[in-house]
């Protein structure tokens, strides 16, 4: 049947797809209104943005590569893969898109800048279809892999595409949905062998709740790492995975402020007004680094030690590090004990203090601030 459709309607098509994904995500995100925890700007945020996304910013951005781009830049390419097998085109398309998507995810918590424009993804307090492209309108300008789409239409693997985005939009929406539809595997003992497989294969809710998770401390999320969107792959392959086959308790970043629907939506242009907000006019994170350690008595449980020094409540994360590609880490107290923490961040053996402090000053000390980052850095 796809062997009859021309190159024209390919190109109608794939931008009609993503208009169907519009309503689906409408109508599965209804279901559960009642039941949500999420807050008024919430609500405006969502509803704005998945219809300008859908209807506005994806089929321009398809668009424009297909029609204005594409054509300027390689004109006699328009079409000349038409026919290309599908067992060619649709992994060439698919592998491609994600492996792009994966690095533009990860960089979008690693460089601050574009991490405000993903921060309203994780600012959401439950999970939802609702969220499933929740960001600024400007994060999905250079997302490399809505062009990649409109370039694969282009040149003529219309079919590709439009089976790809089925099935990619599918996995996507399934790993954002309330329906926990892989934790029926996790229950089943015999489905074991089939939920490691998939589970390394895909992003399913277990995997990608965890990226969503309000903070590392549960021992369950990991809101920077699981970047994957459709492939989890790549998170395996690059050393960010964590499987844990657990959702998280928690949802949203820390020390929310609760920004304005319109300064999530439109940062940098609107700006919030809420005092301390990483998207108000003239932030700037502030480093909290001592030189001498935190003498402390800590009891059992769990806590993260702040490794990127911006924390207001060194040597402890208060999620600061979101946008510094530094992570925090991780350590349990079994039992009450007396600990000497480091405050400097010059330790080599965190959250400890190994007495680095002791060769704090000037350009020395700056250099080695330098270095003990870029050794923290995943």
Same mark, same amino acid.
């Given at each position: 049947?796809?062997?009859?459709?021309?190159?024209?309607?390919?190109?109608?098509?794939?931008?009609?797809?993503?208009?169907?994904?519009?309503?689906?995500?409408?109508?599965?995100?209804?279901?559960?209104?009642?039941?949500?925890?999420?807050?008024?700007?919430?609500?405006?945020?969502?509803?704005?943005?998945?219809?300008?996304?859908?209807?506005?910013? #994806?089929?321009?951005?398809?668009?424009?590569?297909?029609?204005?781009?594409?054509?300027?830049?390689?004109?006699?390419?328009?079409?000349?893969?038409?026919? $290309?097998?599908?067992?060619?085109?649709?992994?060439?398309?698919?592998?491609?898109?994600?492996?792009?998507?994966?690095?533009?995810?990860?960089?979008?918590?690693?460089?601050?800048?574009?991490?405000?424009?993903?921060?309203?993804?994780?600012?959401?307090?439950?999970?939802?279809?609702?969220?499933?492209?929740?960001?600024?309108?400007?994060?999905?300008?250079?997302?490399?892999?809505?062009?990649?789409?409109?370039?694969?239409?282009?040149?003529?693997?219309?079919?590709?595409?439009?089976?790809?985005?089925?099935?990619?939009?599918?996995?996507?929406?399934?790993?954002?949905?309330?329906?926990?539809?892989?934790?029926?595997?996790?229950?089943?003992?015999?489905?074991?062998?089939?939920?490691?497989?998939?589970?390394?294969?895909?992003?399913?809710?277990?995997?990608?709740?965890?990226?969503?998770?309000?903070?590392?401390?549960?021992?369950?999320?990991?809101?920077?790492?699981?970047?994957?969107?459709?492939?989890?792959?790549?998170?395996?392959?690059?050393? $960010?995975?964590?499987?844990?086959?657990?959702?998280?308790?928690?949802?949203?970043?820390?020390?929310?402020?609760?920004?304005?629907?319109?300064?999530?939506?439109?940062?940098?242009?609107?700006?919030?007004?809420?005092?301390?907000?990483?998207?108000?006019?003239?932030?700037?994170? #502030?480093?909290?680094?001592?030189?001498?350690?935190?003498?402390? $008595?800590?009891?059992?449980?769990?806590?993260?030690?702040?490794?990127?020094?911006?924390?207001?409540?060194?040597?402890?994360?208060?999620?600061?590090?979101?946008?510094?590609?530094?992570?925090?880490?991780?350590?349990?107290?079994?039992?009450?004990?007396?600990?000497?923490?480091? $405050?400097?961040?010059?330790?080599?053996?965190?959250?400890?203090?190994?007495?680095?402090?002791?060769?704090?000053?000037?350009?020395?000390?700056?250099?080695?601030?330098?270095?003990?980052?870029?050794?923290?850095?995943?």
């Amino acid at each position: 049947m796809l062997q009859n459709i021309t190159q024209e309607q390919f190109k109608l098509i794939v931008i009609g797809i993503l208009l169907v994904f519009t309503v689906g995500d409408i109508v599965v995100g209804a279901f559960n209104f009642k039941k949500s925890k999420k807050r008024t700007n919430d609500w405006i945020q969502e509803a704005i943005g998945f219809i300008q996304l859908y209807t506005i910013i #994806q089929p321009m951005l398809v668009g424009l590569s297909i029609y204005v781009v594409m054509p300027f830049l390689f004109p006699n390419l328009d079409g000349a893969y038409l026919g $290309t097998s599908l067992l060619i085109g649709i992994p060439v398309y698919l592998l491609i898109d994600d492996v792009m998507q994966y690095w533009y995810h990860r960089k979008a918590h690693e460089w601050e800048w574009l991490w405000k424009l993903h921060r309203p993804h994780h600012a959401t307090p439950e999970m939802g279809v609702f969220a499933t492209y929740r960001n600024a309108a400007l994060y999905y300008a250079f997302m490399p892999n809505l062009w990649w789409g409109g370039i694969m239409t282009y040149l003529g693997f219309g079919p590709a595409v439009i089976l790809g985005l089925i099935f990619k939009n599918a996995v996507v929406i399934g790993a954002h949905s309330q329906f926990r539809w892989d934790r029926f595997m996790y229950q089943n003992k015999f489905l074991h062998p089939l939920a490691w497989v998939v589970e390394r294969t895909i992003s399913t809710p277990a995997t990608h709740f965890a990226h969503h998770g309000k903070t590392a401390r549960d021992g369950i999320s990991d809101p920077n790492g699981n970047f994957s969107n459709t492939f989890f792959f790549w998170d395996l392959l690059f050393g $960010t995975a964590l499987i844990t086959r657990e959702y998280p308790e928690e949802y949203g970043i820390e020390n929310d402020p609760d920004d304005p629907w319109y300064a999530h939506l439109y940062y940098p242009f609107l700006k919030s007004k809420k005092e301390g907000s990483e998207i108000s006019k003239g932030f700037e994170k #502030q480093s909290y680094v001592q030189n001498e350690p935190l003498k402390t $008595t800590l009891v059992p449980g769990n806590y993260l030690y702040c490794a990127c020094g911006k924390s207001a409540d060194n040597p402890f994360c208060n999620g600061s590090h979101h946008g510094t590609g530094i992570k925090p880490v991780f350590f349990e107290v079994k039992k009450e004990r007396k600990m000497s923490l480091c $405050t400097c961040k010059l330790t080599k053996t965190p959250p400890y203090c190994d007495q680095s402090h002791q060769s704090m000053n000037g350009a020395h000390k700056e250099e080695k601030k330098i270095a003990i980052k870029k050794e923290v850095v995943s």
